[in-house]
């Protein structure tokens, strides 16, 4: 791949993931809650990029970190990719979705039906 099909690549993936995040920092600053993991939620955000994702800032951190590796060009971080969002899912959002569910119950239960986990 040309350093310019690269480079091309790597920027639309941060532009855009970076816009999605953004998205999403706004919103949950918008209805109230906290962004921050180490914050309890105070309320169960589902507008915004929320309606498409479940987990809208993973999403856009995982678009960022591939984006950098086109940039880097390194097949390196590629590779790392999936032990990653292994770690993350099984680390970060079961957790995340048992608090939630105990947090809001029926409303986060009828959420989780309705939106994807990712995209």
């Known amino acids: 791949m040309s350093a ?7 920027a639309v993936l941060l ?28 309320f169960l955000t589902v507008t915004g990029p ?8 993973y999403v856009a951190m995982t678009g960022l970190y591939i984006g950098a590796a086109f940039l880097v060009n390194s ?10 969002l292994f770690l993350m899912h099984y680390g970060v959002i079961v957790r995340e979705e048992r608090y939630l ?5 029926e409303a986060y239960a009828a959420y989780k039906s309705e939106v994807r986990r990712w995209l």
């Not at 998205?23 to 209805?31: K, L, N, Q």
């Not at 569910?101 to 119950?105: N, R, Y």
């Open 15 to 42: 532009i855009v993931s970076g816009t999605f995040v953004r998205w999403a920092f706004v919103t949950m600053r918008h209805v109230g809650t906290s962004a921050s993991p180490y914050r309890p939620s105070t």
């Open 50 to 57: 929320f309606h498409l994702s479940r987990n809208p800032i």
């Open 101 to 105: 569910f105990a947090k809001f119950g």
């Open 75 to 84: 097949v390196w971080p590629l590779l790392l990719l999936a032990p990653l």
């Open 4 to 10: 310019t099909a690269r480079w091309a690549i790597g």
